[in-house]
């Protein structure tokens, strides 16, 4: 999972181009809440195995209220890599660090993420953790079906939906329309304050500082630029009948249509 900047806030730059991710309100990335689900659902379908959903996030010390939501949601356990290391690094970088934290965790039978994070959007983190990992990936799935140790998708493309199998252990990565994440319970809320949430940093995962952070990146933001200010629609009327025509012209001249 991945602890992002509120979408709504007033989201500002370090001097150095990377996202500020401490002077501003953050949150669980919305389309891995998506991720959280899927794992429960899935758990919950195989009532009577010991079944353990770990939440996991690489991010600053605030990124610990990531984990907290998943856990109010219902995982059993929380894990927050924190290094100041970190902090500026890229997806090469991040699946590196995830990959680590996943062999440390121990056999894991399934590696489920969200479809992209919500200000990144890069949606290869997933791909990268199978590679890493050397685990086969089924991503981008709009529909999860389980029976055994078996794994089959849906993915829904633009002129048609595939199906997808595969046999655990594997990495699965979810889409926005693959079930509506639920909300913590009071109950969740209270019962999260007792569950297990470790940290650790990157000497316990045996990762040199040198392979990640801004400097290890493949890639750099050289400049940034303020969002331009809305300016005023252009109103299109119609009292002489002209009007469908002035609209078509319009939109034409935009490239809409």
Known sequence: MKYVPDATADRQFEDDFTVDRVNVDGLLSELDEYAVEQSL??????????????????????????????????????????????????????????????????PVDLVVGGLASTDASMSVVPAMLA??????????????????????????GDVATEVIGGTLPLVLSVTDQSGEARYPSFKGIMAAKKKPLETWSLADLGVDAGQVG?????????????????TAGEIVTDEDGSGAKALAE?????KFI
């Open 41 to 106: 659902q899935i758990k919950e379908k195989r009532d009577g195995e010991e079944i353990t959903v770990t939440a996991l996030t690489v991010g600053p010390q605030a990124a610990e209220a990531a984990v907290r939501k998943a856990l109010q949601m219902g995982a059993d356990k929380g894990v927050h890599v924190v290094d100041d290391a970190i902090a500026g690094s890229d997806s090469i970088a991040t699946s590196l660090v995830l990959a680590k934290a996943i062999e440390k965790l121990g």
């Open 131 to 156: 590679e890493r990992l050397g685990l086969p990936q089924v991503t981008l799935a709009s529909v999860v079906e389980t029976q055994g140790d078996q794994i089959r998708i849906k993915r829904d």
């Open 214 to 230: 801004l400097g290890a990146a493949y890639t750099a933001v050289e400049e940034t630029a303020a969002r331009p200010p809305r």
């Open 250 to 254: 319009f939109l034409a001249s935009k």
